[in-house]
């Protein structure tokens, strides 16, 4: 479970990076500007130059080709400033449908400019306000010329500055991913703003017709890889948002001062943030080696993966709450950072699947 | 002589117009009262002034100071015919709850007359300044400093947290008027006109969104010396006996911390939705646990409340009921959040029908920190009902 | 929710007396000889005389009338020191089926041998490992006569010195109990000894014959009010070992030194303990209203009741773990009593459904 | 020069009896070595000796004391081997595991060349006496005296928690060699031959039934000048060092606490029986997190040992293992006696099948306590890891 001198290489970049480009005060200013796209092109762009717009994009489509992991720590890395980007969306999800499922003219042409951060794509999956990727009622009717598509998703994510959407439709009882530009007739969007700031899109589409192209290989099994991905990259996140609150709190808790003592001195203090530094231990631990076993293609990595998104999920939420109480007042001013943090953390644990989803799969996957 | 409980439900009937009997749909429907309050409604204004002409704004204070003067058994009387016609409270204040009983057991008659009249008939409102940046939970390190300069004091320095300042004519608040006394023996207990030269407030906007509470700022006050409340530099005294009727009046009259409504509403129409049990078992076997543990504690509260009236003291009970309301309920909006998905996690800081869960669910994380933290009342518990020793 | 007069001196009396006649002493006495009943004759004597026995027996067949209430009372007081009898089996569970769906004939039979100690009569009910009232196999064919019982029952308290026994059985899908003696032709018992030195019995019925009038009234019905019943009881109880290994514990952590310190000064014992005083306060108020409730007649009762015996159950097996823990090393030792009453807490918290099956029905019973 | 593992192979494939290549069933299987050892078969003997006699019993000690001399990395290939054939180790004792490391470390000449050849071959069986009634997370009050008279200590006193004390030959032990000193000054490390006069041990009966713990008792018993291992009054310093070593044994070694395989499996056949899902959604939700819990902690066990594999220390991680391992074990438990309900409570006192897991349920409890409880493991992390003040 060692990392690879790359893939060290490529966490101590980001995190300098991150920090110098992106650090929480462009977060607010983004907000305070009410930014329709909730990220900085210009961050973005520099993302793409770092080449991890491409992080999952074969070196001949003009990626890094860096797999799971490498996805994972750069997440990680991101959440730490509360960096905002399209990288889950497009660079994690989109990508790896397109890349395992697009035809050669689609990854011609749509993987060297996600590689180059020129195309942002949206995934919509989920219909109903809890994930749950088995019921999907959009359709995909066959018309002579290719599909007709209709049907409506919600929480698509950077769907108001998307390019395209990569929409997951049925025929006939059969899940399909089918690939449609923005500007397609029929197709509408609403944005929406989320607790973290974080822009999505409830979609329409309304007999929005697509080529006979735009339909992915793979089917439902696509879907499930992908999201898995996904889920993978999540808990990276959120374990970067639960490590970043949590030295925050660390650091307070041997600054701040009450009845004469340093807060960090009381031992019932001490024992709960242990608890919360095993906690987060484990949530790595368990992320890092679900997302080794997604890379090596190991049959149980789905088992692996919903493993460690229930985990990141549930140490995200709890320890972020925690490190808010252990700030006490302060801690509820949005004037702090603290607080952004829990909010970051409820809608990553949140989005592809929350940890009571993950645990219900985990105990089916387990036979019970 | 007991209440005339005919005569007053006449008298409610017919002074009580048919909108204050409406129930309460947000603050807008409270009246706070105050130099520059604006009422709602010219029956707003007519029940206050018919309310305070009776003394029912205040119906256990004495008559002399804008009181009715009954028994707490005959103001309960009062509550009750109250409630069975919905009429709204005339009058709600800090002065009221918070304030007034201080001054009623530690005023002099003078300060008495001239703040709790106007207290008891809404011309004057008040707020509380006693938290500091630096002092939380351990409130008596409070760095504010009155200096006295013969006829006044010379104010300086910072409350936080004080509900609605920006809206108050008066502040009672807590100051340091012996820096080299221990920490509890140097504080005094002053009342200040908000309008006084170099008073200032910022509001303090919340994770989750616009709050009342804000920062209040003194640069070089005067306050009169007749505003000093109580002895010189006993403050404390004071202050801790208004923490405890606080915390009685959040654990108490804060009771909707335990009531699990809310939650077992939404698992219902989710249930319903899908024809049948919530689809996520996992989800489902949370809430069901948060429902039992709600049962339990309102019992708590049921039993303590009973055995308090039945003659026993409330007391250190008040912290278990503290600790208790305010973790039950940070978990409840867990599991709303939860139930609710994505639905709930939009969000615009503003306050409005589709941020409103993601708001509430925000700020319930303060419930463990206002009002003492929950590690604070296990503090209590532990010292006071358990009788652990200290180091 | 205030105790009467009444149930104030029933408690107090009760406490006074069992403190007396059936201290730990006795239960480890009986443990070491390996009585097959498990509980003193005596101490059962003496309940029946105080009016135990007959708690919830109507004053015209000899018993107190005292109500549930009264009964989990006696139940609490009884846990403290652990004192062994047929008191669930019989004074609770048998009682209130006898008094409520039995025969004229049947009541004046059994009810006034039962308040005077001299019946003891066990409740054939669970036929798999975890409670599940539902799931009866044992069958009652109709014949001349009257009934022929067949099946097995197990877990069945008190069964090795039960006079006579009550069985779940059911004829054409309709469940009912009846009423057969020991030493019914066919009847056979094995004990078995539990973990808190409880005995019970594994029942076999093969082609046992029973008269007409051994049914009784009632139905499945009957089966959930007396199941009810006994959960009330049973929580009482919890809350009694949770409160007496709270109470020893807190004593504990008041003499016992480390580090130059006692160790209840340590702040995160504090807490602990706190929190686990503020648990224990709950499970007695849940329990106390469910009780009341069921004495009223509520139509919430059963809710009422499930919701407590999960609490109890829940707080009865969490407080007593801890309790142990706060007792180091020593308290894992069989020679101090701590750790008897984490035994006890798991078996009553087992007995007449867990925690997690009767929160499965607080929320099918709440409509989610 | 490194091992030959092609002559290694050869070697244990001719000299590793069959009998000795099945899997251990119980502690009956164990060869713990001493004067009162009764070996359980011959080949069981003859495979000690074999190993003895080529110094693999303790692969890593110097030759002139009954090792091998090899390296870690050698030592590691003969592991490897071992493992190969399903070899069971030849000689278990807590001679091998903690007083050779310390007599390596901290002995003199004498000590090592009759201590440690004797613990090599099996010979002599050691037992560990640190642990005191009134001395216990705070194992430095101890108060086990050992006065000097001359050419002799005269020891009196009680240990607690002395595994095998009933089976074992000799005991190294702390006592206190001067009173007046700081607590941790004035402890001194003695070996003690158990046959010695005055020395007596009893039996310790758990929750859980028969361990193999005693109570040993120190009744005037004389102990030679010669069995002080290091310098009179700093056996605190071996003593830190040997618990760093037990630490990093249970939570390296014991890592059976981190597999989840029996409540998966148990709950896998109690579904199955039900056909399909758990009948229980609740017990099934607490099952499926102990699950998740057991795949993350495992994952960082993995990932702590690979990492001080790889040039770090595990140092005060295995605090997080140790306290981590204990409470999921603990939790797991709890989870299999739900799952068994009724059948999972019959317990007789005794060992068998019907109450057997009532017992390790019992058992487990005491993972949280032995070897440092959880709550000196937090202690650890909070000072150690965290660096979190002291008050």
Known sequence: MLLTEEQRLLRDSARAAIAAKAPIALWRKLRAENDEAGYSRDFWRACAEAGWAGVLIPEAYGGLDFGLVGAGLIAREMARTLAASPFLSTAVLVASAVKVGGSDAQKAFWLPRIAAGEAVISLGVDEEPRHDPARIGATAAETPQGWRLNGAKICVLDGAAADAFLVAAKTDGETALYLVEAKARGLSRTPRRLVDDRRVATLRLDNVEARREAKLAGGAALI????????????????????????????????????????????????????????????WSATLKALQTLDSGAADAPLQIAMAKAKAGEVGRTATAECLQLHGGIGMTDEFDIGLFLKKARVEAELLGDPAYHADRVAAMLGY | MAIDRRELREWLEANCPAEMRQPIRGDEDICWGGRHFVFQSPAQKLWLERMAARGFTVPTWPKDYGGAGLTPEDAAVLGDEMRRIHARPPLTSFGISMLGPALLKFGNEEQKRRHLTRIARGEIRWCQGYSEPGAGSDLASLRTRAEDRGDHFLVNGQKIWTSYADKADWIFCLARTDPTAKKHDGISFLLIDMASKGVSTKPIVLISGKSPFCETFFDNVEVPKENLVGKLNRGWDIAKYLLTHERGAISGGGLNVFDNEALDKAARAAAKA??????????????????????????????????????????????????????????????????????????????????????RWLRSKGNSIEGGTSEIMLDIVAKRILELPSE
């Open chain 2, 274 to 359: 899908a024809g049948g049990r919530l689809p996520d078992p996992v989800l489902r076997a949370d809430i069901a646990r948060a429902a039992i543990d709600s049962y339990a504690a309102a019992a708590t509260v049921q039993r303590y409340m009973q055995e308090a009236t039945a003659g026993g003291e409330l007391g250190a009970r008040s912290a278990v009921l503290k600790y208790d309301g305010a973790e039950l309920n940070k978990r409840r909006y867990e599991l709303l959040m939860s139930l609710a998905g994505a639905e709930g996690l939009t969000f615009d800081g503003n306050f409005g029908p589709e941020s409103e869960l993601a708001q």
């Open chain 1, 224 to 283: 499930e890889q992908i999201l898995d991905a996904g889920r993978g990259v999540l808990a990276a996140s959120l374990c970067g948002v639960a490590e970043e609150a949590f030295a925050r709190t660390l650091a307070y808790l041997k600054q701040r001062k009450q009845f004469d003592r340093t807060i960090g001195s009381f031992q019932a203090l001490q024992h709960r943030v242990a608890i919360m530094h095993v906690n987060i231990e484990n949530a």
